[in-house]
T-cell receptor, first 118, second 115 residues
Framework: DTAVSQTPKYLVTQMGNDKSIKCEQN?????MYWYKQDSKKFLKIMFS???????INETVPNRFSPKSPDKAHLNLHINSLELGDSAVYFC?????????????????FGAGTRLSVL | AQKITQTQPGMFVQEKEAVTLDCTYD???????LFWYKQPSSGEMIFLIY??????QNATEGRYSLNFQKARKSANLVISASQLGDSAMYFC????????????FGTGTSLTVIP
């Protein structure tokens, strides 16, 4: 069973199109994330949701809109795709930290979606 | 300031030798966790090892160990008996209690194991 699954794995599209990437986790986690990894392998956090509530919203063009229908799903919709959006997008999940100490709440990643905008 | 710094963009190691990948971190929080991930050429991000700031012993997971030096704010990953399959990007990450759900990642180190 795949713990964090995202679809599609590859996405090739023309500039100006709108596309969505779906993510689902079956780990019972309450927090989900979207990251963008550029060609230099730098991982940039985009969004995070905890129990369907947006808790991290980094400086990202508003063409990117996350949507979390429930705590097991976090989808990413991208409008008016641009060449610079080409990257690998990772979904991830973890449990939220609680209490006074950090628990060993590991963040698990999906396999990534390689987006190519032509 | 960078939360996580990985100063080695690329490293080479001979098969069966040990290698240390450096990671330093910056936090004023007393409670935090440090993580290492491996990203092979296939692209997935694989969790390797975790160290909590209050853990007194260095974490170990098979051939991976974490050399945790709290006063120096370093959390180096040591891979013993390198194998060809260890060739990958390695990312150091941190999570602080105060910032809760945010994971801070370094820029990664590309490790190549030479036969």
């Amino acid at each position: 069973d795949t713990a964090v699954s995202q679809t599609p794995k590859y996405l090739v599209t023309q500039m100006g199109n709108d596309k969505s990437i779906k993510c689902e986790q079956n780990l019972g986690h309450d927090t989900m994330y979207w990251y963008k990894q550029d060609s230099k392998k730098f991982l940039k956090i985009m969004f995070s949701y905890n129990n369907k509530e947006l808790i991290i919203n980094e400086t990202v063009p508003n063409r990117f809109s996350p949507k979390s229908p429930d705590k097991a799903h976090l989808n990413l919709h991208i409008n008016s795709l641009e060449l610079g959006d080409s990257a690998v997008y990772f979904c991830a999940s973890s449990l939220r930290t609680s209490g006074t100490t950090i628990a060993k709440n590991i963040q698990y990643f999906g396999a990534g979606t390689r987006l190519s905008v032509l | 300031a960078q939360k996580i710094t990985q100063t080695q963009p690329g490293m080479f190691v001979q098969e069966k030798e040990a290698v240390t990948l450096d990671c330093t971190y910056d936090t004023s929080d007393q409670s935090y966790g440090l993580f290492w991930y491996k990203q092979p050429s296939s692209g997935e991000m694989i969790f390797l090892i975790y160290q909590g700031s209050y853990d007194e012993q260095n974490a170990t997971e098979g051939r991976y160990s974490l050399n945790f030096q709290k006063a120096r704010k370093s959390a180096n990953l040591v891979i013993s008996a390198s194998q060809l399959g260890d060739s990958a990007m390695y990312f150091c990450a941190m999570r602080e209690r105060n910032t809760g759900n945010q994971f801070y990642f370094g820029t990664g180190t590309s490790l190549t194991v030479i036969p």
